[in-house]
């Protein structure tokens, strides 16, 4: 069974700040993706990282994939309010394996 | 693109009854289909997976009997909780994608509270 690894669980943090989160797991994945959840709603993609080594910016964010696809990170710039959720990592769902989310990242950040 | 929408949005029902929950691919065919729960503050925990024209595949643990998956569709997927009861309350989220890709696409969940 493959498992991801989420830390830290949760994160406060000063609007302006920068930070960062890790996904991590002892299994390869063919790919990762990150999703940010607000309370009441269903996760929203913001990213799919597939190539070890990969790097995907998306405005503030920047995400990459471990050079042995285990790991991931997402790196945030100047963290704002509208940042707040739950961000999750998921992989898995191809070459016989299941489908797998994290245990997700809590970040507040107040203004 | 991609977008997936659940119905309805949040449901209270009393216990012993039984609630049907439908998922739809808007813009696209999904050939695939997920169930999840989350509990409150927790991560999301997979229930079944489908795929179109087949039996629903359960997690360990999770009873078919009592949750009711039919994906009739390429764009419609249902679970329909059977018998509800207190502890069935949770968070339903579905998701569905389509081909061989491993990106899934999230509806907004339906909040189902059992008296």
């Known amino acids: 069974t493959q498992l991801l690894e989420q830390s830290p669980q949760f994160l406060s943090i000063q609007e302006g700040e920068n930070l960062t989160v890790y996904c991590n797991s002892s299994?390869?994945?063919?790919?990762l993706q990150w999703y940010r959840q607000e309370p009441g709603e269903g996760p929203v993609l913001l990213v799919t990282?597939?190539?070890?080594?990969e790097v995907k910016k998306l405005k503030r964010l920047t995400f990459q994939f471990g050079d042995a696809r285990k790991d991931s990170s997402l790196h945030i710039t100047a963290a704002q309010p509208g940042d707040t959720g739950l961000y999750l990592c998921?992989?898995?769902?191809?070459?016989?394996?299941?489908?797998?989310f994290g245990p997700g990242t809590r970040l507040s950040v107040l203004p | 693109g991609a977008v997936v929408s659940q119905h309805p949005s949040w449901v209270i029902c009393k216990s012993g009854t039984s609630v049907k929950i439908e998922c739809r691919s808007l813009?696209?065919?999904?050939?695939?289909m997920f169930w999840y729960r989350q509990f409150p503050k927790q991560s999301l925990m997979l229930m079944a997976t489908?795929?179109?024209?087949?039996?629903?595949?359960?997690e360990q643990g999770v009873e078919k009997d009592k949750f009711l998956i039919n994906h009739a569709s390429l764009t419609l997927s249902t679970l329909t909780v059977t018998s509800a009861h207190p502890e069935d309350s949770s968070f339903y989220i579905c998701?569905?994608?389509?081909?061989?890709?491993?990106?899934?696409?999230f509806g907004p969940g339906t909040r189902l509270t059992v008296l």
């Open positions: 998701s569905a994608k389509s081909g061989g890709g491993d990106t899934q696409y």
């Open positions: 998921a992989g898995g769902g191809n070459y016989g394996q299941n489908f797998v």
């Open positions: 990282v597939v190539t070890g080594g």
């Open positions: 489908s795929n179109e024209g087949s039996k629903a595949t359960y």
């Open positions: 299994s390869v994945f063919s790919s």
């Open positions: 813009d696209f065919q999904a050939t695939t």
